[in-house]
């Protein structure tokens, strides 16, 4: 049979395949095919096995000798802030210098002055950098990324991030998955009122954010819409979260909620209640929840970046999570503040590390799991015969090696939807 693509002679391939999220001892298998194979045709994975069977069965139009590296699939970040305007690094300087947080924000700093930076910005100027971005994450192996609004915190800001997001997604070599996240913080013309501006998120942001959506490239090609909230301590309550999601779930938006990073608020049982397809950070969820979210269908996305780059020596406990049963996936939590991290793969070593994943586990949960928490879990994030072909050459003979090293880019190849892309430019 003829086939586009077979890349053949991987020392591993690792399929990550499972039929739904992986849980319990399925997180701690990576699927590992010795001398493995992929074949491709119309972007699209028709088989996977061993070389020998492979080779045997179809003649391709273009062949990959992957002799001595590992097939993985393409890694899925499913949680970043992606578009913002300006940077955040004489407030980090001074951070390290030992300012407070209270000094930042007299000095101008903190997530309001990426709110102005972003106001300030131009869709065009937002796009550039959010493309260089992009550009650096593919490199390392990111081949779908799902990106928050929420640095605007006005009607008119929130939009031309969404714009900017889908026009990303028309020049982007990545699948972008766009998330209203207009609940991130309460803006200054709110300021001691974050009820006033949730009121302004339900009333005006909300239509015309979904208003956007139905006319946008994402509702033509049938990929979901997200709507996020940050609850926590001092930014929204629990039940200001959940107007902000029941909102948005009248208009068809699928919850998802940044809960429990510093204090645990309830926002997991919200999750849970809401059906979000995910909650993030989790850092400090009790166990009792910690419970009910690992028997739900909500993924629990950890991101172990956030703390190391804030100097927290406090993180999730993945392991508990994993020992109750939740489906985890991990992501960068990619911004300007709190986490100003491009790679997957350090993230995976540094939930290793600090969270005591194993590399398999820490390779499904940037996966096939973080597909399963942007709801694309069905078309990739693993090897399996009739998903998008999103395939990662790395230049190592064992996958482990992607959690072993720190600070060097074994990602060799990135085959997206079938096609190797040169990741010079
Ligand atoms: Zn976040």
Redesign the pocket.
């Known amino acids: 049979m003829k086939v586009d693509l077979l890349i053949f002679n991987a020392a591993q391939a690792t399929t990550c395949a499972a039929p739904a999220p992986k849980r319990g001892a399925a997180l701690a298998d990576a699927g590992v095919i010795v001398d493995g194979a992929v074949a491709i045709d119309d972007g699209v994975i028709v088989a996977v096995g061993e070389t020998a069977a492979l080779r045997g069965r179809y003649q391709a139009r273009t062949q990959i000798d992957a002799t001595g590296k590992v097939l993985c699939p393409g890694f899925v970040d499913c ?3 992606l578009v913002f305007g300006g940077e955040r690094v004489a407030e980090f300087e001074r951070k390290l210098a030992g300012a407070t947080y209270q000094e930042l924000l007299a000095a101008g700093g903190g997530i309001l002055s990426t709110m102005r930076a972003t106001r300030n910005a131009s869709l065009d100027e937002l796009v550039a950098a959010g493309r260089r971005h992009l550009q650096a994450m593919l490199r390392l192996g990111s081949t779908t990324v799902e990106i ?1 609004s929420g640095y605007g915190l006005d009607v008119a800001t929130e939009l031309k991030i969404l714009a900017a997001i889908e026009q990303l997604a028309a020049i982007a070599a990545q699948d972008i998955v766009p998330t209203f ?1 207009g609940a991130h913080a309460t803006p200054p013309e709110f300021a001691g009122d974050p009820e006033g501006y949730v009121d302004l998120v339900c009333t005006e942001m909300l239509p015309a954010v979904a208003a956007w959506w139905r006319v946008s490239r994402f509702a033509a090609g049938d990929a979901p819409l997200f709507n ?1 909230v ?1 609850c926590e301590q001092g930014v929204f309550d629990v039940a200001q979260a959940q107007r902000v999601l029941d909102a948005g779930a009248r208009l068809g938006l699928r919850p998802k909620i ?1 809960a429990d990073e510093f204090v645990a608020l309830g926002g997991a049982r919200l999750a849970i209640e809401l059906a979000a397809i995910s909650a ?2 989790l850092d400090v969820t009790p166990p009792e929840e910690r419970e009910l979210l690992a028997a739900s269908e909500t993924v629990a996305v950890l ?1 172990p970046g ?1 703390n190391v780059h804030l100097g927290s020596r406090h993180f999730a406990d993945a392991r508990a999570w994993i020992e109750a049963g939740a489906a985890i996936a991990l992501a960068t ?1 990619f ?1 300007p503040g ?2 100003p991290i491009l790679s997957l793969p350090l993230v995976m070593a540094l939930a290793c590390r600090y969270q005591r994943l194993r590399p398999a586990e820490a390779l499904n949960a940037a996966t096939i799991n973080a597909a399963h928490a942007i709801g694309l879990g069905d078309r990739l994030g693993s090897l399996e015969v009739g998903k998008q072909a999103d395939v990662l050459i790395l230049n190592a003979p064992d996958y482990r090696h992607l959690v072993y090293w720190l600070g060097v880019n074994l990602v060799e190849g990135v085959i997206k939807h079938g096609r190797l892309l040169d990741l010079s430019s």
Do not use: E, I, P, Y
Request: no cysteine; proline share 0%; charged share 25%.
């Open positions: 949680h970043t802030h928050k996240l996020d940050f940044h993030d950070h991101l956030v939590d911004n709190s986490a």
